[in-house]
């Protein structure tokens, strides 16, 4: 996955989509996601780098990832990434 190209982002957590015209806040852990996904981070890789920052249990970092993920996709900010075969 990855972020749309037409989304607009700022470092205070602001997200504009162009297309809809709506925007979006996220909090700092939102913020840490968004920049993990943008540098092509897996799943796995972020959520282990979140256990080792917060002090939660792995299945709600699990879950508050996927709802998140899900929102982002939801509201077209996110795109999936497809594999190039050589």
């Given at each position: 996955?990855?972020?749309?190209?037409?989304?607009?982002?700022?470092?205070?957590?602001l997200?504009?989509?162009?297309v809809t015209g709506e925007s979006f806040s996220v909090n700092p852990i939102?913020?840490?996601?968004?920049?993990?996904?943008?540098a092509g981070k897996?799943?796995?890789e972020i959520i282990d780098a979140l256990l080792q920052k917060y002090t939660a249990d792995r299945i709600?970092?699990?879950?508050?990832y996927q709802d998140f993920i899900d929102i982002l996709f939801h509201n077209q900010?996110?795109?999936?990434?497809?594999?190039?075969?050589?």
């Open positions: 996955m990855k972020l749309r190209k037409n989304i607009a982002t700022s470092e205070s957590g997200l504009f989509n162009p939102g913020i840490e996601i968004l920049s993990m996904v943008r897996t799943k796995d709600t970092i699990e879950n508050d900010l996110l795109e999936h990434h497809e594999k190039k075969n050589a």
